[in-house]
Antibody
């Protein structure tokens, strides 16, 4: 069955960087893009961007442009999100999610990774 | 950029009642580009509806999506205890893939 398993919770200081991983199983990794979504405590869902697991093409949400980088490692079936210059406002649960098909909604989600930014 | 508005913010209902959620887009969107998700506390969202009216795999038929243009609706015909959650609408496009979520509607017990 399809599974996305994310790395564990992180605590970072303002200005630091964090890298969250998302390991996929149960499907052909290169055939589906991965999206990243975050949810601040008590808030709604915010889409951060998309990466093609086929060719590494990306589309980042405007808000995080320049601070975030998505990568994939096909041999290990793992997607990564790196967020730099962390702010307290970046405190959130970060999810990876597989697209149903190219550009389509997300049919499978990781369990979420809590990133806490605090001095 | 398309902005999605959801109303109401909270719905207070009882099991067995009908729930109706509204999602309004800031400009007309294709019906094939609107989805609905359910999220329970401490869990990742779950895809319910895509293409405005197509149920995702495993979603019971008490969930129905409809609408076009700027106004879309998710209806739960008879609320089950497990349906008390937050519901989000989402607009999506594919050139390149880009997504926007609405702010969500919470269903709680009356």
């Amino acid at each position: 069955q399809v599974q996305l398993v994310q790395s564990g919770a992180e605590v970072k200081k303002p200005g630091a960087s964090v890298k969250v991983s998302c390991k996929a199983s149960g499907y052909s990794f290169s055939n589906y893009g991965i999206n990243w979504v975050r949810q601040a405590p008590g808030q709604g869902l915010e889409w951060l961007g998309w990466i093609s697991a086929y060719n590494g093409n990306t589309n980042y949400a405007q808000k995080l442009q320049g601070r975030v980088t998505f990568t994939t490692h096909t041999s290990t079936r793992t997607a990564y999100m790196e967020l730099r210059s962390l702010l307290s406002d970046d405190t959130a649960v970060y999810y990876c999610a597989r697209e149903l098909s190219y550009g389509d909604p997300f049919d499978f989600w990781g369990q979420g990774t809590l990133v806490t930014v605090s001095s | 950029e398309i902005v999605l508005t959801q109303s109401p913010g909270t719905l207070s209902l009882s099991p067995g009642e009908r729930a109706t959620f509204s999602c309004r887009a800031s400009q007309s969107v294709s019906s094939s580009s609107l989805a609905w998700y359910q999220q329970k506390p401490g869990q990742a969202p779950r895809l319910l509806i895509y293409g405005a009216s197509s149920r995702a795999t495993g979603i019971p038929d008490r969930f129905r999506g409809s609408g076009s243009g700027t106004d879309f609706t998710l209806t739960i015909s008879r609320l089950e205890p497990e349906d008390f959650a937050v519901y989000y609408c989402q607009h999506y496009g594919s050139s390149p893939p880009a997504f926007t979520f609405g702010p969500g509607t919470k269903v709680d017990f009356k």
